[in-house]
Each structure stands twice: as structure tokens, then as C-alpha cells.
């Protein structure tokens, strides 16, 4: 299975922007670290589209920052584009207070987001701070990657191979996948030959990439 970082998850294609991925591993290094490789990873060239989940715990003027349900440390940068999401009405940045249970979906460079959408969840929704829901395994540092897989696994998957998405696609991808497996921060989405999505999830030890239909439906998990 795969030493990766990372989730996989999929989702419907339309209005996504997508990019090709490089067939060269991004990179070598232990499996616990933000972005490492390990028998091989999906390239990738830059930023791009992801997310993670979490409970709010500090609150500045254009920033906050978040811990995931396996002990990561976010930080969100915001901008005049964001929106904010509570429940089904539209909210302000105001809203935002240490202690809530927020989803961020945005643009990930390793440990920071870009966020363009931040959706506050009911409390509890992500779990609390090193309490990981659906068998999310966290990173510790010296303990090997877990190397185990769960449900379906796209037929011919490969990793390294596929198209990067963004815009709708990415985001719902990413929303599907934190919903199953929280813990990790998503730093891409992937579009597999199958038509189903993977997402690519660092600073979790498992799982590494969770697999989702066309449906946003999760299927399975490596």
C-alpha cells in the first residue's frame, strides 16, 4: 500500500479546472512529514485546491487558526473573497470565535489555507483535538506509515498519474472526504482515468488517500 501522506476522494466534474500532473514523485522523505513521499506520490507543481477541519483556536484581524481532530495545526489566511457559512445562511467574518467547529475550503500550501469558503458545522462535527473519527490513524514522528486499505480502490489506480481540479469539483471532493476521514489537511484533489477523484491528505499517518464516486460518495480508503 502506499507510504503517501495523503487522502483520495472524488466527485462530479462539472465546472472543474483541471491540471496536469507531472508522472514524477514529488519529492522523497520519512512518511510523517507535511508533503513527504514515500514509495512514490502524486506529483504535484504548486498550491492548489483542498481544505481541513477543526476547532478554532486563536482569532486575528485578517487570520485564524485551526486544530484538527489529529492534533494539526492550520492556519487560515483570509481575504475580501471569502465567504462565510452558518448552517444554511450566510454569515460574516464576525462570526468566527475560538472554539468553533469550522470546515475551511481554499487554496492549502502545506499548513496554510487560502481560504475561500469557511462553513462553521455544528459543534462536534469535526471531534475534538486528538480524537480522530472513522479510524483516522494521527502522525506521530518515528512511528511507520500505516499501510492498509478499505473499501474499493479504483481499478488500475496509480499514483502520480491523473488531472488536478479545482473550483466546485475540489471543494466538494474535499467537503466528502474531511466528512469521512477528519484529521488531515487536504492539499489536492485528483481526477482518476476511472472518472473517480482522489484526495491527497498530509499530517495524518492514515489514511493517505480516500477514493470518491462521481457521486461524492466515499468508497474507499488507502
Known amino acids: ?11 462530479g466534474t462539472s465546472s472543474a479546472t483541471v491540471t496536469s500532473l507531472s508522472s ?5 522523505g520519512s512518511a510523517g512529514g507535511l508533503g513527504s513521499a514515500g514509495g512514490g506520490s502524486n506529483a504535484r507543481s504548486g498550491p492548489a485546491a483542498g481544505g481541513a477541519s477543526g476547532i478554532v483556536d486563536s482569532v486575528s484581524t485578517s487570520s485564524f487558526s485551526l486544530l484538527t481532530s489529529a492534533g494539526q495545526e492550520v ?8 465567504t462565510y457559512q452558518k448552517g444554511t445562511s450566510s454569515t460574516s467574518a464576525s462570526g468566527i470565535s475560538i472554539g468553533e467547529d469550522v470546515l475551511v475550503l481554499g487554496t492549502t500550501s502545506g499548513t496554510t489555507i487560502t481560504a475561500t469558503q ?3 458545522q ?12 472513522a479510524g483516522v490513524i494521527p502522525f506521530q514522528p518515528g512511528v511507520p506509515t500505516t499501510s492498509k486499505s478499505v473499501g474499493q480502490i479504483p481499478a488500475n489506480y496509480s499514483q502520480g498519474s491523473g488531472t488536478i481540479v479545482s473550483a466546485t469539483t475540489a471543494n466538494s471532493a474535499t467537503e466528502a472526504a474531511l466528512a ?13 482515468s476511472s472518472g ?11 489514511p493517505h488517500h480516500i477514493f470518491v464516486n ?5 468508497v474507499g480508503a488507502n
Not at 214 to 218: M, Y
Request: aromatic share 6%.
Open 24 to 28: 514524477t514523485a514529488a519529492g522523497s
Open 118 to 120: 469557511v462553513i462553521m
Open 180 to 192: 469521512a476521514y477528519p484529521g488531515g489537511i487536504v492539499d489536492r484533489v485528483v481526477q482518476l
Open 122 to 133: 455544528p459543534t462536534g462535527r469535526t471531534g475534538s483535538p486528538t480524537s480522530s473519527g
Open 196 to 206: 473517480e477523484y482522489e484526495v491527497h491528505n498530509i499530517g495524518v499517518n492514515w
Open 214 to 218: 462521481q457521486d461524492f460518495k466515499v
Open 1 to 11: 500500500m502506499s507510504a503517501v501522506i495523503g487522502l483520495a476522494a472524488a466527485c
Open 75 to 82: 492556519t487560515v489566511d483570509e481575504t475580501s473573497s471569502t
